[in-house]
């Protein structure tokens, strides 16, 4: 095989290029996964973190440990639920929803630079070969994990 077809060599370094770029653009920059949670809390104010766990598709438990760190970052506050005093809802502070629309905005120019002189097709092309990719190598025991899981499963390795 030719050493410049070498796909997983390119999606390495496109992989280390993505966290060059993160980690240089914005030094506060929240981690993806909490601007996706807050981006939710956001948008379904009072909702509880079961709601959250499966709306991201994660454990009740890691949900449980980010709303902590959010919530003592000041990225969001629990209330106590009519009718029921020991479950919360949860609902996006101000900070909080600076720090997702900060997360989200260096997410968006990410991808924008990304795909600079790309066609829609190509960006549409490059998208359905990714999941194919994808796809391909997710086995059995893969293919319901969530990313997070996912990233727990290679650690233990």
């Not at 060059?20 to 807050?38: E, K, T, V």
């Not at 104010?45 to 949900?63: I, K, L, R, W, Y």
């Not at 194919?132 to 990233?151: C, K, P, Q, V, Y």
């Amino acid at each position: 095989m030719n050493k410049n077809c070498r796909v997983g060599a390119k999606l390495h370094r496109l992989d280390l290029l993505i966290a060059y770029y993160l980690r240089s653009r914005d030094a506060d920059l929240i981690p993806p996964a909490q601007m996706r949670m807050l981006e939710f809390i956001g948008g379904h104010g009072g909702c509880t973190q079961a709601d959250v766990a499966g709306e991201m598709h994660v454990s009740p438990a890691s949900v449980a440990q980010s709303i902590k760190r959010m919530e003592a970052a000041g990225y969001i506050r629990r209330d106590a639920m009519q009718g029921n005093l020991r479950a919360k809802s949860l609902h996006i502070t101000e900070l909080g929803t600076e720090a997702a629309a900060n997360c989200r905005s260096v997410f968006d120019e990410l991808e924008a630079l990304m795909f600079a002189g790309f066609s829609d097709e190509e960006r549409s092309e490059t998208s359905l070969l990714l999941s194919r990719l994808i796809e391909n190598l997710e086995s059995g025991d893969t293919g319901s994990m969530t990313n997070r899981e996912l990233s727990e499963l290679v650690k233990q390795q």
